[in-house]
């Protein structure tokens, strides 16, 4: 990357938060990391496992000598935030945040912040089921995407900063509109996630079928949809009351593909069945072949993990 930044603060030290702190250490992308949360506890982690140079609850302090100041809270929480801490920061400070959800993160944080201080907003395509600083780690971001959405008229070299500061942890960053991101997740993240809770509640909430016989037999394809219904429940609240009518939208076209799929196989249409999850397979070669996914049988694990999850 280029120049190093002087201080970057990260607000909220969760699975993202502390991810960040970590790299931007690991990678020397800021002379000082600090850690803004209003969660003692989390405080409390975050200096046990030393990854920021101050680790406080009050926003004022935490991002006053900040250069880039990354808000790594819930979507829903991002405009409060913005409100809060706002009028403490520097002139020609940047403020960017990690949220999933691009267009009313903008419109929530927007109104409170001064001309001089340019808002890139960013999504890293990365993650994990966990949640906490304990679950963060250094090289989440290497070789994954960073969206950034940019508003127009944003001061060019606001967002070259995040852009290498995104690249120094390893990530792709590409560049669009709110709009056009919070379509493009709606299907590739919003909505899967939506498919693995619902089909994970459906089968719990089956009475034919116990828990255990759930829990047992959930080899394959289930046991992949509980990993992702075990993500976050705030989190992805959020998500969907905040990008609701993209997800509605590509809802709407899932529904009318699935009722072809439920009419294929009332009707024997095998070609149907055949032709599609052709399709589909090919769309896995390509993810594979972007190096976003293992091509390793079992996605990658190993047999102890297969036996533990
Ligand atoms: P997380 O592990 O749950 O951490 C969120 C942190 O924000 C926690 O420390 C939490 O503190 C704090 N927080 C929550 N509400 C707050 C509020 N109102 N004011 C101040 N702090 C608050 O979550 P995460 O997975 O890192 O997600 C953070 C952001 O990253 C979200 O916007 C999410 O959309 C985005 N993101 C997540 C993923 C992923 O896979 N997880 C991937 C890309 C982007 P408490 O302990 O008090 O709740």
Not at 37 to 55: F, N, P
Not at 135 to 141: E, R
Not at 143 to 171: K, Y
Request: include cysteine; proline fraction near 5%.
């Amino acid at each position: 990357m280029g120049s190093v930044l002087h201080t970057v603060a990260i607000v909220g030290l969760g699975l993202i938060g502390s991810s960040i702190a970590r790299g931007a250490r690991t990678y020397g992308l800021a002379e000082r990391v600090v850690a803004v949360d209003r969660d003692e506890a989390v405080l409390e982690r975050v200096r046990a496992l030393g990854i920021a140079d101050l680790v406080t609850a009050g926003f004022a302090e935490g991002v006053a000598e900040a250069d880039l100041v990354i808000l790594c809270v819930p979507v829903g929480a991002i405009g409060a935030v913005a409100a809060e801490l706002a009028p403490h920061l520097k002139p020609g400070a940047i403020l960017s945040d990690v949220g999933s959800v691009k267009g009313s993160v903008v419109a929530a944080a927007t109104p409170y912040l001064k001309p001089e201080n340019p808002f890139v907003p960013a999504h890293p395509v990365a993650g994990t089921e966990y949640s906490g600083p304990d679950s963060g780690f250094a090289t989440l971001f290497q070789n994954r995407w960073c969206i950034l959405t940019p508003p127009e008229g944003v001061d060019p070299q606001a967002v070259s900063t995040v852009t290498a500061f995104w690249e120094g942890l390893g990530a792709i960053v590409e560049t669009m509109t709110s709009e056009h991101h919070d379509l493009v997740l709606a299907i590739t993240s919003h909505v899967p996630h939506l498919i693995a809770y619902n089909i994970v509640g459906t089968a719990a909430d089956l009475e034919t079928v116990t828990q255990s016989e759930v829990i047992k037999f959930s080899a394959g394809g289930f046991r992949d949809f509980t990993r992702i219904a075990a993500s976050d429940p705030t989190m992805w609240r959020d998500v969907f009351l905040a990008n609701k009518d993209a997800v509605l939208e590509m809802l709407g076209r899932f529904n009318e593909d699935l009722s072809a799929l439920t009419k294929a196989i009332r009707w024997g249409d095998g070609d149907t069945l055949f032709n599609l999850f052709t399709r589909t397979r090919a769309i896995r070669k390509g993810i594979v072949a972007m190096g976003q996914e293992t091509a390793e049988p079992d996605f990658g694990r190993s047999r102890s993990d297969t036996k533990t999850n």
